[in-house]
C-alpha cells in the first residue's frame, strides 16, 4: 500500500509546480478549499508555478478571471497553459490563410483568431465559403447546436481534406457529484470514426502540453526536467503525461481519483504517480505562521 | 479481378433471397429503379424473400407502407425482419416490468411497447422515476435534442445499472450524393465510451438477424442455410454478416460500395463476397415477358 | 447489493442448463470440488445440460474425455458445444475447396477437417501451395513456432482474399493462482490490426454459439428461451452473450470473477446476471439423499 | 491533385531537415538509389540534417555503422535521433534504481543501459529478482522466444506495478517487396490488451521525438519550427507527427505510400503533406557539377 504523503514536504523539493486546474485547485463547487494557502507559500518561497489545463473553452485571461472571482488571485495569465494556445500555436505555424471553422463559443474562438485567418462557427459555413475552410477546430462542447452542427461537420469533413484540431482531449467533466458533462473530446473521438480522418490532438497526457509549459520557463531561465513536479487528480491524463515527459508526479485525491479507489486503479492501469497526498493543500501549521 | 455476374442468374439457385434495404431496393432517391421487376420475377417463380434491415425506426408496417407508397407493393409486413423487432424479443423476454428509457422519435418506441414495459423518452426520466428504469434504447438519431438528452443518458446510465440495447448498429447513412447523417449506432458509440459500460446491439453484421429471419422461415418449412443468399450494398454488415451465419452473398453495387472500388475494397478488408452484381434488378427481358 | 443465491432453487426453475466450462465446472486444478452432485441432480431430474465453450483446441470427444479422465462422466460428447464446431459448420458451408491453413495443434485441426478440405499448418504453406489456400484459421495458442509462423501468417493474408476464422475468441487463460497464458484469440487480434482484414470469429459472447446448442436441442424437442438458464463465471462472455440471446443467467463466483469484485464489476460493465451464485455446486443436502 | 515537386526546391527553402530512414534513405534493397547526393547538396550548403527514426534496436553509433557499410558515409552518430533514445532519457528521468527487463537483442538493451540500472532479458526474470524489476521495455522483435517470453511478460506485468516502454510504435516493416515482419510496436499492443495497463510509446507520430531533435539543435544554436521540415514515407507517422509538432512536411514516394496510392490515402485520412516528391535525391543537374 502506496504511503499518502504531505504535500508541503514534497513541492520544497522542487523549484517549479505545475498544476492540473480542476480536481486540484477547483471543482464544480469552487476553489478547493483551502488551496489559496499553497499559492501563498509558493510566493513566498519564490517557487515558480503554472496551471497545465485541458481547457481551450476561454483565453488564459479569462481563465485567470474565474480564478479571481473565486477569490484566487495568484494565478495570472501567464502562469496558465492551455490546450488552446497549441492550437493557436498549431495554427499560426500551419495554416496560413482562409477560414477556420470551429464548434464552441464564440469566447474560445476569438482567443485562437491569428492575423490571416477568420475563424467561423461551423453554422455558417455554406456552399459559397466551404473552399476556404482550410481548418477546424472542436473548442467545446457549448456554442452551438449538437444536431445540426455535428452533422455538418461530418458533412464539411467528408468534402474538405483539412487538419482537424481538437483542443481538449477530455471525453467528459464533472458537473456535480452525481452528473458529468459529455466534453469536446468525446464527441471528436464520434465524429473521427464516422468521417474516417485522422485528428490532431492537444492536451494531457501529450508530450507537446508539458513541452510547451517547459519551454516558456526555459526562455527566461534554466531548468531540468527533475526539478518539477507535475501535481494532478487524473491518472490518465496528468500522471501518465507527466511521467512519459520524465517528470515526478503527485496524485491528489481531491478530485476524479477517490481516496478508496486510488490504489486499485494504480495497480489496474499500470499508472503510478512518484507521490499520492490528500490534496494540494499547504497546511497553516505547516506554513509556520 | 471478379466477374460481374447476371443477378437473374444467381437467384434461381436459391429458394429464399434475403434483401437489405438501403442501397439494395432504394436509396435516399427512392426505387432504385426497375427493383419492382425482381419482386414480379421472384413472385413468378415462387421464391421466397424478406427484407433485412438495421432500421429500429419504425415498425415494419410502417416500413412495407413506406415501399407501397414508392409503388413496391411486394413488400408486406410479414417480408420484414429488423433490429427493431430483435430488440422487442429481447424486452420480452428479459425486461419484466418498469420503464424502458429510450432515445428516437415516438414511432420508434411505439413498435417497442410490450405489455408490462412503459416506454419513456430519456427527456421525460427524471428523479421521480429513474428508479423503475429498467433499460435504455437507442432507436433513431431523430426525435430528441442531442444536447440535453446525450448528456441525461450518460448520467441515467451512471445511476442504474441496466441492459443498454442499440437497435441500429450503423454508424452514418446516406442523405444525397454527397451528404450522410449521424446514425443512432455513432452515438451510441460515444455513449458507450463516455459511460464505460458494455452495450447490446442487434443488427447486421450480427448473427442473430440472419438466425431470427431463418427461425421464422423455419417455423413453417424446412430450410437449409445452402438455399438462401443474402444480397446486400454494405461489406461489412450485408456480405460479412451473411457469410459468417454460413450464406452465400452477392453484393451490388448500387448503394455503399462503388463499381470502381468494389474490388479494392474486398482485397483491404479481406471480406469477399460469393457474387458481385451491377444491381439486384431482374432484367424484363431475362423475364421471358 | 445484489443477494448471493442457492444454485439449486435456480436450477429447478429450469428445463435446460447451459454451462461454461473453465471456471464453473473445472479449474487450471481440475474439476470445482462437488460439481459431480450437480450432475447427478440434473440425471435425477431429468434435466438437460450442455457445456457451452470457446474451447477450439480439441474435438468435443476428446473434451468429452478429458472430464472422464477427472472422475466426471456425465459429460458426454453429444453435451459438448464448442467454437470449434461452429468453425467446422462455418467451413462445410462457406469452403468448397482446396486447403485450409490453420494456426493451432493437429488435434484441433483434425476435428475440423471435412471433406473435400484439407488442413495444413501455416508452417507448411509455401509458394507452391499458398493459391490453393481458400482459408486460414485461428484454432490454439500451442502447436506451432510463434516467431515463424505468425510472420508467415500475415504474409498469407497479404496475398490471399480468404475467410479467416478465429475459433476461441479468449484473449487470456488461467495457468494458476498467479499465471495465464496469453490466448490464440488475442494474437489473432495482433494479426487482423497488423493485416488490416476483418476476422470471423466464433464464441460466446457471439449469439452464434447459443444458437447451435439452442438448433441442438430443437432438432429433438420444443423449448423456448425462458427455460433455459447459462451458467458461466465470466460476465463479458458468458452472462452478455446469454443475456443478449435473451436467456435468464448465472453468474458463479468460482472462476473469473472473484467474490469481492463481482458487485464493483456488474456495476463499472452494466452487465448484470439474472442471479448471482457462490458455484454451480448443488450441495448434498439439498438433493435430500 | 497535388502537385509532385521538386525536392532541391524545397529544402532550398529550410535550414535543417529531418529525415525519415526506412522508405526515405533506404529500403530493405539497400540505399535509395542516389540518396547520397542529397547529403553532398546538404554539406556543400551548409543544411544541417537528422534522422528522427522509429529504430530502437540498435544504438546511433550502430545505427550509423550500418549505413557507412552501405557507403553513405555523411550519417555520423550525432546525426541520429531514434525511440531508444527517448526511451533511454525515460530510464535515466524516472527509473532510479533497479532490473530493467527487456524484450530485444542484447544490442539494443546495451545502449539503453545507464548508471545504477541493471538490464535484463525477459527470460532471465525469476522469483528470485522479480520484486527489482522496475521497469519493463520493448525494444525488438528479435533475440528473445516469442511464446516463452511474450507469455512470460504478461504474468510479469500483473505481478509488478511498472512502467512499460514501447521504443518502437511501428505494428510491422517491410522485408521484400511482398513480405512484412511483424513489429515490436504491433506485440507491445497485443500485450497492452492483455495485460490491462496503460504503456508509454516513443516513436513518430509522437511530439516527443521531434522535440527531442528540437533540443538537441537549440542546444548550439536558434531556431524555429519554421525553418526546418520533416522528410518521410508514411503519412501516419512522419508526416502527422511532424504536422501536428508544427514543421512543414514532405512526403515522397520511394517507401511506404506508392505513387498510384497517394492521393486517395491523403483524401481518406486527411492527413496532408505540405509538398509530395517523388523521392529525397536531389539530382545531379540540380547540383549544378
Same mark, same amino acid.
Given at each position: 500500500?502506496?504511503?499518502?504523503?504531505?504535500?508541503?514536504s514534497i513541492?520544497?523539493?522542487?523549484?517549479?509546480?505545475?498544476?492540473?486546474a480542476?480536481?486540484?485547485i477547483k471543482?464544480y463547487?469552487? /476553489?478547493?478549499?483551502?488551496?489559496?494557502?499553497t #499559492?501563498?507559500? $509558493?510566493? @513566498?518561497?519564490?517557487?515558480?508555478y503554472?496551471?497545465v %489545463?485541458?481547457?481551450a473553452?476561454?483565453?488564459?485571461?479569462?481563465?485567470?478571471q474565474?480564478?479571481h472571482?473565486?477569490?484566487l488571485?495568484a494565478?495570472t495569465?501567464d502562469?496558465?497553459?492551455?490546450?488552446?494556445?497549441?492550437?493557436?500555436?498549431?495554427?499560426d505555424?500551419?495554416v496560413?490563410?482562409?477560414?477556420v471553422?470551429?464548434?464552441?463559443t464564440?469566447?474560445?474562438?476569438?482567443?485562437i483568431?491569428?492575423?490571416?485567418?477568420?475563424?467561423?462557427p461551423?453554422s455558417?459555413?455554406n456552399?459559397s465559403?466551404?473552399?476556404?475552410?482550410?481548418a477546424?477546430?472542436? /473548442?467545446?462542447?457549448?456554442?452551438?447546436?449538437? #444536431?445540426?452542427? $455535428?452533422? @455538418?461537420?461530418v458533412?464539411?469533413?467528408?468534402?474538405? %481534406?483539412?487538419?482537424?484540431?481538437?483542443?481538449n482531449?477530455?471525453?467528459?467533466?464533472?458537473?456535480s457529484?452525481?452528473?458529468?458533462?459529455?466534453?469536446?473530446?468525446g464527441?471528436?473521438?464520434m465524429?473521427?470514426?464516422?468521417?474516417g480522418?485522422?485528428?490532431?490532438?492537444?492536451?494531457?497526457?501529450?508530450?507537446?502540453?508539458?513541452?510547451?509549459?517547459?519551454?516558456?520557463?526555459?526562455?527566461?531561465r534554466?531548468?531540468?526536467?527533475?526539478?518539477i513536479v507535475?501535481?494532478g487528480?487524473?491518472?490518465?491524463?496528468?500522471i501518465?503525461?507527466g511521467?512519459?515527459?520524465? /517528470?515526478?508526479t503527485?496524485?491528489?485525491?481531491?478530485?476524479?481519483? $477517490?481516496p478508496?479507489?486510488?490504489?486499485?486503479?494504480?495497480?489496474? %492501469?499500470?499508472i503510478?504517480?512518484t507521490?499520492?497526498?490528500?490534496?494540494?493543500?499547504?497546511?497553516?501549521?505547516?506554513?509556520?505562521?
Amino acid at each position: 500500500m502506496k504511503r499518502i504523503e504531505n504535500f508541503k514536504s514534497i513541492i520544497d523539493k522542487y523549484k517549479v509546480i505545475f498544476f492540473d486546474a480542476f480536481g486540484v485547485i477547483k471543482t464544480y463547487q469552487g /476553489l478547493v478549499p483551502g488551496i489559496e494557502k499553497t #499559492f501563498s507559500y $509558493l510566493e @513566498k518561497e519564490k517557487k515558480e508555478y503554472y496551471i497545465v %489545463t485541458n481547457d481551450a473553452s476561454r483565453s488564459p485571461a479569462q481563465l485567470a478571471q474565474t480564478y479571481h472571482k473565486m477569490g484566487l488571485s495568484a494565478i495570472t495569465p501567464d502562469r496558465i497553459v492551455s490546450s488552446g494556445m497549441l492550437t493557436k500555436e498549431y495554427l499560426d505555424l500551419k495554416v496560413k490563410d482562409g477560414i477556420v471553422a470551429y464548434l464552441g463559443t464564440s469566447d474560445s474562438a476569438h482567443y485562437i483568431e491569428t492575423s490571416g485567418l477568420h475563424t467561423m462557427p461551423v453554422s455558417q459555413v455554406n456552399s459559397s465559403n466551404i473552399d476556404k475552410v482550410n481548418a477546424l477546430i472542436f /473548442l467545446d462542447d457549448e456554442g452551438f447546436d449538437w #444536431f445540426e452542427d $455535428l452533422n @455538418k461537420t461530418v458533412n464539411i469533413l467528408r468534402k474538405r %481534406t483539412i487538419p482537424v484540431i481538437v483542443a481538449n482531449t477530455d471525453h467528459a467533466y464533472p458537473l456535480s457529484v452525481t452528473d458529468v458533462s459529455i466534453a469536446i473530446g468525446g464527441i471528436a473521438n464520434m465524429i473521427e470514426r464516422i468521417a474516417g480522418k485522422e485528428f490532431i490532438r492537444f492536451g494531457k497526457p501529450d508530450s507537446q502540453m508539458f513541452m510547451f509549459a517547459y519551454d516558456l520557463i526555459r526562455e527566461y531561465r534554466t531548468i531540468t526536467k527533475q526539478e518539477i513536479v507535475m501535481v494532478g487528480d487524473t491518472l490518465h491524463t496528468d500522471i501518465l503525461g507527466g511521467n512519459k515527459f520524465g /517528470l515526478d508526479t503527485v496524485l491528489v485525491l481531491s478530485g476524479n481519483t $477517490l481516496p478508496n479507489d486510488a490504489e486499485a486503479r494504480i495497480t489496474a %492501469t499500470g499508472i503510478a504517480p512518484t507521490y499520492i497526498c490528500e490534496t494540494a493543500v499547504v497546511e497553516l501549521g505547516e506554513l509556520g505562521f
